[in-house]
């Protein structure tokens, strides 16, 4: 029903900038909210920042004031602007969706590999 593709990730070095893309296609309205997660090895999948439809944001505390969601409802498309880039900023990133109504993510992208080198 919803297909979630990533886009953008890579190997960069610390300090470094990084914006991912996650096109979403199929059942997908624009009044749901969007949220980038990420899982880094060994630890438990995290939220890194969610965006509502109408531009409300949340940031996890680790990434306050370096990333940046944004979102295109027209092309229902969310980004991610990662800035000044840690080595512990290291991890697969997916993007959900949280359908109207729901309390969870229900839809999920297959992730994309972000490395953060020295």
């Known amino acids: 029903q919803v297909q979630l593709v990533e886009s953008g990730g890579g190997l960069v070095q610390a300090g470094d900038s990084l914006r991912l893309s996650c096109a979403a296609s199929?059942?997908?309205?624009?009044?749901?909210?969007m949220g980038w997660f990420r899982q880094a090895p060994g630890k438990q999948r995290e939220l890194v920042a969610s965006?509502?439809?109408?531009?409300?944001?949340n940031y996890a505390d680790t990434v306050k004031g370096r990333f940046t969601i944004f979102r295109d409802n027209a092309k229902i498309t969310m980004y991610l602007q990662m800035n000044s880039l840690k080595l512990e900023d290291t991890a697969v990133y997916y993007c959900a969706v949280r359908p109207s109504g729901s309390i969870s993510y229900n839809y999920w992208g297959q992730g994309t590999q972000v490395t953060v080198s020295s």
């Open positions: 199929g059942r997908v309205f624009s009044t749901y909210t």
């Open positions: 965006i509502t439809s109408g531009g409300r944001t």
